[in-house]
């Protein structure tokens, strides 16, 4: 039998870094920012273009936070080229993000109403209003919309996909086009991807959906594979598949970001990231930072994997 050479695809696929933001802010003791800095540079150095560095959240809600505006300002300066982006929890985060000179934030939202108050203590309700205020006093302000527990709830079990959808067309009405669907606790299965992708995608044409999917069942590469082919726009895993959820009980690691790239670029997609050099910065990163580590090349010692 003749075995053919399996076809490259050469596919462009949009990832985000988002371990300095969703990964660092699950760290109890204080990271410093000249670490915190050093560890976007080699994240900017392996080559992607779209970066979460960090959260305008209130520092006494999460200290970790604390030096944003610090980090904000210092990579402004350093990356012109790269999209940098922030979450904010309201509209005073917002306006902090305007003044630094960010073009694009994350207001986040979940579809459950007990994540919800246990995340940001507003009903679905109150966040949506403040989304509102925040469009409307920002008309400018790139928003992308982190819809927390899209597929599951750490306390509802899992979420209707008409619930779902009637969400995002609350989003539409105000004039939001980008969201990021967030496995929160990382309870989504394949099946569940494939349809809530096909379906939203179906659904509202004129908008873009990315996959954020935590690695909780060790299922985050299968589901975001699942993701990549039933549609979404942009992919955003964590270096090292550092991360966690501090509102969210079982809530484990992020998919990881090199094993991730490494899949992807094996199967041929354009990635426009190295492998070696991002692994390079993953073990840096836990050879400086104690953690909840879900990636599985910073656990192999020896180069097998190169091989
Ligand atoms: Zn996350």
Redesign the pocket.
């Known amino acids: 039998m003749e075995v053919k050479s399996i076809e490259v695809i050469e596919i462009k696929i949009k990832l985000e870094e988002?371990g300095p933001r969703?990964g660092f802010q699950n760290v109890k003791e204080f990271i410093p920012t000249d670490i915190k800095l050093k560890i976007i540079d080699g994240i900017v150095s392996a080559g992607y273009k779209k970066i979460e560095i960090t959260s305008l959240v209130s520092p006494k809600a999460i200290p970790q936070m604390r030096d944003a505006q610090e980090v904000i300002k210092s990579c402004l300066k350093r990356y012109p080229d790269v999209e940098l982006f922030a979450l904010v929890p309201n509209l005073y985060g917002a306006r902090t993000a305007v003044e630094l000179g960010l073009k694009e934030v994350c207001p986040v939202i979940s579809l459950s109403e007990t994540h919800n108050k246990a995340n940001v203590n507003k009903t679905v309700e109150e966040s949506l209003r403040q989304i509102k205020e925040i469009k409307e006093t920002f008309p400018k302000l790139k928003l992308t919309i982190d819809i927390a527990t899209a597929f599951a709830c750490p306390f509802e079990g899992e979420m209707k996909l008409e619930d779902l959808i009637a969400l995002i067309q609350k989003l539409y009405d105000m004039g939001i086009r980008s969201f990021m669907l967030?496995d929160?606790i990382g309870k989504a299965y394949p099946k569940q991807v494939e349809k809530v992708f096909r379906t939203v995608k179906s659904e509202f044409k004129d908008c873009t959906f990315g996959a954020?999917i935590?690695d909780t069942r060790n299922m985050g590469i299968l589901n975001t594979y699942i993701a990549i082919e039933n549609g979404a726009d942009s992919i955003?895993t964590?270096l090292g598949g550092l991360?966690?959820?501090p509102f969210a009980p079982g809530?484990s690691g992020?998919t990881s970001s090199e094993d991730l790239v490494y899949a992807l670029n094996q199967d041929g997609y354009d990635t426009g990231i190295d492998f070696d050099k991002l692994l390079e910065v993953a073990k840096y990163e836990k050879s400086v930072i104690e953690g909840n580590y879900s990636g599985h090349h910073i656990n192999i010692e020896s180069d097998i994997c190169k091989r």
């Open positions: 988002i969703d967030c929160t954020h935590h955003q964590s991360g966690g959820c809530a992020n």
